[in-house]
């Protein structure tokens, strides 16, 4: 698609983002778009909720009844956004999103970031074994958008989310909280790119904060133009399991055991354990087992500030504290966190 420009554009156009439609903006992840978001000033949020919903909404944010199985509901509630940002629950039906991007496109919304928060979508090995489908699906959700010739994708890359790998338990990081031991793949030295959830707040109002287009030819400040189908690439941290382990270590004054694994024989491991899973909860543990560790491998894609480079600049995201977050990660563990305890049987 060619690059279009303001000065090209017809009497009345406003070169900004002022309208905002969240999906799942009571969520773990939503909430923290919501916030973020009204707090700029900048933008009208508007949160397409389930009829009867008791998810809280953070104040500010304006409620639009949906029903998902009516997508004229949909659709009015789509009518006049400039962004629709979709984050879903693990637990929604498997067409929801689907329903989104089609009612998107007959509202005439011209940006959608998908709901496909993660590791690098245009990393083709990564996705390949990628056991949980999360980045295949999110290359699909993409793909889905970009066909209906209206409505433009912008996929927020992120890694995974710092606080919550550390405390959901070995399958993830290597944490095991409950025996305080801590497996390190291929020792521990390969640095990955995560994120907390502020942070990915932040990119998301600074992103829909700039020009929406650049002015003329000759203007070079960044614009959400920039990214359209484009993955946007964000990170907190480039961090290996050793430095979280020295900074839970010094945060907790715990001292723990180590041990250390093959990244590719965890990997392999993971894929057995999917084999001979006799129930659905047994495969899913063992296909998270194999994709969290693939991230690790050296130079296997987890890192990929160093090969895509980062948009935190551009947006202004400021540079996290370590400690600070792991602190977040613990109170969370302190507050009853639920971890995925079972995955134990795999590690």
């Not at 005439?108 to 979508?121: A, F, I, L, R």
């Not at 409505?151 to 399958?171: D, F, H, N, R, T």
């Not at 203007?219 to 290996?240: A, G």
């Not at 600049?313 to 996290?320: A, F, Q, V, W």
Request: aromatic share 8%; charged share 25%.
């Amino acid at each position: 698609m060619a690059q279009k420009y303001a000065k090209d554009q017809p009497s009345g156009f406003t070169n900004r983002i002022e309208r905002v439609a969240l999906v799942g903006a009571g969520g773990q992840l939503g909430s923290h778009f919501a916030t973020a978001l009204l707090r700029t000033g900048k933008h009208t949020v508007t949160a397409l909720t389930r009829a009867g919903s008791k998810n809280e909404l953070p104040a500010g944010v304006v409620a639009a009844p949906v029903d998902y199985d009516d997508e004229a509901t949909l659709v009015t509630a789509l009518q006049g956004q400039q962004f629709l940002v979709i984050t879903l629950s693990v637990t929604a039906a498997p067409d929801t999103h689907s329903k989104l991007v089609r009612a998107a496109a007959k509202a005439g919304v011209p940006y959608v970031m998908p709901n496909t928060y993660g590791s690098d979508p245009a990393n083709a090995d990564l996705l390949r074994d990628d056991l949980l489908q999360t980045g295949p699906q999110g290359v699909a959700h993409c793909a889905e958008i970009e066909a209906t010739g209206v409505s433009s994708w912008i996929a927020l890359v992120c890694g995974m989310w710092y606080e919550y790998s550390l405390v959901l338990g070995p399958v993830c990081l290597g944490f095991d909280h409950a025996e305080k031991k801590m497996t390190l793949y291929d020792g521990g030295e390969a640095r990955v790119n995560l994120t907390t959830f502020e942070q990915c707040a932040r990119a998301v109002a600074a992103l829909v904060s700039l020009k929406e287009l650049p002015e003329d030819e000759g203007d070079e400040e960044p614009t959400v133009s920039r990214w359209r189908n484009k993955p946007l690439y964000v990170s907190s941290f480039l961090v290996s399991q050793r430095e979280m382990l020295e900074s839970w270590e010094r945060v907790t004054g715990e001292e723990w055991e180590v041990e250390s694994e093959p990244s590719r024989e965890r990997y392999q491991r993971g894929v057995a354990a999917m084999q001979a899973a006799g129930d659905p909860i047994g495969v899913r543990m063992g296909a998270a087992l194999a994709t969290f560790v693939r991230l690790f491998y050296p130079n296997g894609g987890g890192d990929f500030e160093s090969t895509r480079g980062l948009a935190n600049g551009l947006l202004g995201l400021p540079k996290e504290d370590l400690d600070e977050r792991t602190r977040v990660a613990k109170k969370m563990l302190d507050d009853g966190y639920p971890q995925w305890v079972f995955g134990r049987l795999q590690t």
